[in-house]
């Protein structure tokens, strides 16, 4: 589960809610229908408007994502399989390769470390599993782009929404208590709509983002280490590239295991 993610969301409506108690202003006052189906129902119809269908699919894929998380392999398991796979080719060949490529899990491994074990050159390899990077980093600046626009959309349609509702209380100025009621449900669509665009839809294609750079950089290590067994580096040569992806601190080394 991604927590951050639950912890933003409570606490951004924490946040308002209490600091709407604190001006005094009432937080009953957010319920208010006409505001959430001006701003959510409206922002729904721009991104049909702005997005083709077979991007909007994926928006369900998203949102589990976002609460979900990553399911990404480790970087320092990535790095011991790689330097293992080396120790395995050296003394029983590239079969020790193939035997090991059918026992992992993860499908992009497995397919790079085939191509290897398939005696496929180094072009070729780095050909075929950088274009399916690059497809895959468009995929995600897809779906990230969605949430961005929903940011835009949702702050312009709530002033939308209050002007709506501006236009419906200056129609019954004859009932002064009324008028003021009214004028402050108005502003209730401007709220929900900054708040759904700078607290939820923003963060969201921001952590989106973050999300694709780091399975990118993962998918990138596990290249290298493909590379590597093609070239027939030693372990210790695996070890020393398949590092550099690894932050200092977090390095372990291998060499005495």
């Known amino acids: 589960m991604e927590k951050s993610t639950v912890i933003g969301i409570v606490g951004g409506i ?3 809610g209490f600091g709407m108690a604190l001006k005094g202003a009432d937080p009953h006052a957010l319920i208010n229908p006409a ?9 729904a119809a721009a991104i049909f408007n702005a997005f083709p269908m077979r991007d909007l699919k994926r928006v369900p894929k998203l949102f589990k994502l976002l609460f979900s998380g990553q399911n990404l392999p480790k970087k320092q398991e990535i790095l011991e399989l790689f330097v293992s796979v080396a120790k395995s080719a050296k003394q029983e060949g590239v079969m020790a390769i193939e035997k090991r490529a059918n026992e992992v899990d993860d499908p992009f491994i497995r397919s790079a470390m085939t191509m290897v074990a398939d005696g496929f050159n180094g072009e070729f390899i780095y ?56 004028i402050a449900a ?56 398949l590092q550099a992806y690894i932050p200092l601190a977090e390095r372990k080394s291998l060499r005495d295991a």
């Open 14 to 16: 924490a946040a308002v």
């Open 186 to 241: 108005a502003f209730v669509a401007t709220l929900l709509g900054i708040f759904t665009g700078y607290v939820c839809w923003h963060p969201f294609a921001n952590k989106l983002k973050q999300m694709n750079a780091e399975e990118v950089e993962i998918k990138r290590m596990v290249l290298e280490g493909a590379l590597a067994l093609q070239e027939g580096a030693s372990s210790i040569a695996i070890e020393s590239r």
């Open 35 to 43: 505001a959430f189906l001006i701003i959510f129902a409206g922002t």
């Open 127 to 182: 050909n075929v599993i950088d274009s399916e990077i690059k497809q895959m980093e468009e995929r995600h600046r897809s779906g990230a782009q969605v949430f961005a626009q929903c940011g835009m959309y949702a702050p312009t349609l709530g002033v939308l929404g209050a002007v709506i509702g501006l236009i419906a209380a200056l129609g019954n100025l004859s009932d002064i208590d009324q008028l003021g009621h009214s």
